[in-house]
C-alpha cells in the first residue's frame, strides 16, 4: 500500500485518474481506504465529487446523485468547522454537487426543479465563491432565449465597451476570458476569424474578463498592477483583436455566471441570448450558429 503521506497528496488526481477511463470501482476503493487512514478532509469531498461528475458524463444519473449527495454531506460536515472559501478544495466540492445535482435533475426532465434549486443555493451561498459556479449552471438551464444581462463599463482595456442596450440591431459575441487562461488563448484565433468574417454583417465581439488577485506567475497583485499586467497579455495573446473591447469587471461574470473560461454567449439583434457555452467551441460549430442569428 503506497505511504499515507504519499497517498494524502494525491487522492484526487488519482481519483480522477479511474473516473476518466471509467473505472468507478477502482475510484471507490480508493477514497475508501483514503477515508479509512485520514477521515473527512476536503480532499475527500474533492475526490468524491469527481466520481459524481464522471458518473453524470456517462449519463448514470442515479449514482451521479448519490454521489453528489455524498460530496454535499463531506462538505456540510467540513463547514461546521471551518468556511467555505477557508481553502480552495472545499469550494470546488461543494459547487461540484450543486452542479451535478443540478444537470441529472434537468437531464431526466426536472429542468424546473433545477432552475429552482440552483436559485435556492445562489440564496444559500450568496458572497461565497461558488456563486459564479452555481449561476453559470442556472445560465446554462434559463439563459437562452432571456434578455441579455448588461454588462458595466466603467472599468475597460482597449476601446470603450459599448452597452448592451446601444447595440440592439446589431448580433454580439461575448468572449469571456482570463489573463491565466490557455484555453482561451488558443481560442483567440477563432474569433479573431469570426470576427473578420462576420462583423461586416454585423456581429460585434466583445471580450469581457475581471480582475484575479495576481499576474499569471501566481504572484500576488493589487488592481493597480494587475490591469497593465491584462493589457500586456491582450496584446501578447489576443493581438489579432484589437478592436474588442475588454470590460474589466467581476460584476459582469457574475451577471453571466461564467465561472469557466472561455465562455461564448451569443446574443442576437434584439438582445436576446441564442447560445450559452461554457468552455472552448469548434470554429465551424460556433460559425453556424453566428449565421443562424444573423439570419433572425
Not at 467540513?78 to 451535478?100: C, M, T
Not at 435556492?120 to 459564479?132: C, N, P, R, Y
Not at 476570458?177 to 454583417?201: F, M, S, V
Not at 466583445?206 to 499576474?215: D, H, L, N, Q, V
Amino acid at each position: 500500500m503506497l505511504p499515507a503521506l504519499f497517498l494524502f497528496a494525491t487522492i484526487v488526481d488519482t481519483v480522477r485518474e479511474s473516473v476518466a477511463q471509467h473505472n468507478f470501482d477502482a475510484a471507490v476503493k480508493q477514497v475508501r481506504e483514503y477515508q479509512a487512514q485520514s477521515g473527512v478532509t476536503p480532499e475527500l469531498a474533492a475526490a468524491v465529487s469527481w466520481i459524481a461528475r464522471g458518473e453524470l458524463g456517462v449519463k448514470d444519473y442515479a449514482d451521479a446523485e448519490v454521489y453528489a449527495d455524498q460530496t454535499r454531506k463531506l462538505s456540510e460536515a467540513l463547514l461546521r468547522k471551518r468556511k467555505l472559501d477557508a481553502e480552495p478544495l472545499l469550494p470546488v466540492a461543494l459547487g461540484a454537487s450543486i452542479e451535478v445535482h443540478a444537470q441529472a435533475l434537468a437531464a431526466q426532465g426536472g429542468r424546473s426543479e433545477a432552475v429552482g434549486f440552483l436559485r435556492d443555493q445562489l440564496k444559500l451561498f450568496a458572497g461565497t465563491s461558488i456563486v459564479e459556479r452555481i449561476g453559470k449552471n442556472l445560465n446554462l438551464l434559463s439563459l437562452e432565449g432571456k434578455p441579455a444581462p448588461e454588462l458595466d463599463e466603467s472599468d475597460w482595456i482597449g476601446p470603450k465597451p459599448p452597452s448592451i442596450a446601444s447595440l440592439r440591431g446589431h448580433p454580439m459575441l461575448l468572449f469571456f476570458w482570463a489573463h491565466w487562461c490557455t484555453d482561451c488563448r488558443g481560442e483567440a484565433p477563432l474569433i479573431a476569424d469570426l470576427q473578420r468574417i462576420y462583423a461586416p454583417k454585423g456581429l460585434v465581439v466583445i471580450g469581457p474578463t475581471k480582475f484575479f488577485g495576481s499576474t499569471t506567475e501566481g504572484e500576488d497583485a493589487t488592481p493597480a498592477v494587475e490591469k497593465p499586467y491584462i493589457g500586456k497579455i491582450r496584446g501578447q495573446f489576443y493581438g489579432m483583436l484589437p478592436q474588442m473591447p475588454v470590460p474589466l469587471s467581476a460584476a459582469n461574470f457574475a451577471a453571466y455566471g461564467a465561472s469557466t473560461v472561455p465562455t461564448i454567449v451569443l446574443v442576437d439583434a434584439a438582445g436576446i441570448v441564442r447560445l450559452y457555452h461554457p468552455g472552448v467551441m469548434p470554429e465551424a460549430e460556433l460559425s453556424t450558429r453566428i449565421q443562424a442569428i444573423l439570419r433572425k
